[in-house]
């Protein structure tokens, strides 16, 4: 896990009683290395902070930037192109005249490496693009297009997009026809980190006290179990609420509570194991 964030979805399998998961973490590939001074590193690491969460939405239009959310002209954007080389097809193409790096970015499966994910009883793995949210209000998004300068730019909300701020919201209205379902094929998806958080499949605490709540007494010292899943139900600040994984109770020990308090992050350091989604 890449502690100064983020994520990319990478496959791991556990040899546990579970058949395997495929879990995501918090690290992303990085297009190339950019040589920075130190006191321009210094200058970043004194405007970091880790926002208010998540920004992920459709690729059926351009991804158009702003300096300042006042501009009426776009320093950049994004266009999406599908990959039509041999080697490559299907996967997404990211083009730009800059390079971004934002929080998590990458092309997806090919064809070829979905049909062989199908075979193996997966499914197959679409592009991703997610940035980190640093200011939301009704008319933009401020967030960090470059995980390594700290750069940020404006997204304006465009009000023909649905705004999601929970991912079942998409499962929800997914369906053109269905009754109940307010289909739009464009939308965003802004989760604060508490929503994020609660949706996951689970996390893993390995080396982490658990306390009796934010800031509270330590009910249990150093957890050093290899793989012992929880869901967050609840996050203040620097801490997040953790009870016992559903499907997952016969790793515990039963005579332990563990239900409690755990810091998630000191800073811009992640200090919880992340998996989004299993699939058996």
Request: aromatic residues 14%.
């Amino acid at each position: 896990m890449k502690n100064n964030l983020f994520l990319n979805c990478k496959m791991m399998f556990l040899k546990l009683c579970i058949p395997f998961v495929l879990l995501s973490t918090l690290f992303q590939c990085k297009p190339e290395i950019k040589e920075i001074s130190n006191d321009k590193k210094a200058e970043i690491e004194v405007e970091k902070e880790m926002g208010l969460g998540l920004l992920s939405l459709t690729f059926n239009k351009p991804l158009k930037f702003y300096k300042n959310p006042t501009d009426s002209v776009v320093f950049d954007q994004i266009e999406f192109i599908k990959n039509s080389q041999p080697e490559t097809r299907g996967r997404l193409l990211f083009i730009s005249k800059t390079t971004f790096s934002p929080y998590r970015m990458q092309s997806g499966d090919t064809d070829e490496m979905a049909k062989q994910n199908i075979n193996h009883g997966l499914v197959r793995f679409g592009p991703e693009l997610f940035f980190r949210v640093l200011e939301k209000t009704d008319s933009f998004f401020k967030v960090v297009i470059d995980e390594d300068t700290f750069e940020s730019a404006y997204l304006k909300i465009n009000p023909n997009y649905a705004l999601y701020t929970e991912l079942s919201q998409v499962y929800a209205n997914s369906c053109s026809n269905c009754p109940g379902s307010n289909y739009n094929p464009d939308f965003y998806i802004y989760e604060t980190w508490e929503n994020y958080f609660k949706r996951l499949e689970f996390i893993t605490i390995k080396g982490l006290d658990i306390y009796s709540s934010a800031n509270g007494i330590i009910l249990l010292e150093k957890n050093n179990d290899a793989f012992l899943p929880f869901q967050v139900t609840a996050l203040e600040g620097d801490w997040i609420k953790i009870k016992k994984a559903k499907l997952y109770e016969s790793y515990f020990d039963n005579t332990i509570n563990y239900d409690g308090w755990v810091r998630w992050k000191n800073n811009m350091e992640i200090l919880v194991d992340i998996t989004e989604h299993t699939y058996e």
